[in-house]
């Protein structure tokens, strides 16, 4: 499976953006498909995932209620809609597919796109 997120940009503080997660190689079905983000000197963390099968979604307690992840069958992707955007949000968002298990940890992720920079301006 190969993996190409897009999307992100420069956007001012309380503003939207929405990221795409596209899959090549094989569908996204049966698959989790998480983002994660990583910001200068930190380690990279869950921002929420989705099952693809049953569309079950879940995220970080600090992007609950202003990200919502969502998916399209037909185009075998997957949205990352960020609203209320924050400065501390900003990082390289990526995406990632996992067969078995959508967790929390990047361990679980056997493929991952090239990420994508979002930068929140104050």
């Known amino acids: 499976v190969q993996l190409q997120a897009s999307g992100g940009g420069l956007v001012q503080a309380g503003g939207s953006l929405r990221l795409s997660c596209v899959a090549s190689?094989?569908?996204?079905?049966?698959?989790?498909v998480g983002w994660f983000r990583q910001a200068p000197g930190k380690e990279r963390e869950f921002v929420g995932a989705i099952s693809w099968s049953v569309g079950l979604t879940y995220y970080a307690g600090g992007v609950k209620g202003r990200f919502t992840i969502s998916r399209d069958n037909a185009k075998n992707t997957v949205y990352l809609q960020m609203n209320s955007l924050k400065p501390e949000d900003t990082a390289l968002y990526y995406c990632?597919?996992?067969?078995?298990?959508?967790?929390?940890?990047?361990?679980?992720?056997?493929?991952w796109g090239q990420g994508t920079q979002v930068t929140v301006s104050s």
């Open positions: 990632a597919a996992s067969r078995n298990s959508g967790g929390y940890h990047t361990y679980e992720y056997e493929y």
């Open positions: 190689g094989r569908t996204f079905s049966s698959y989790y």
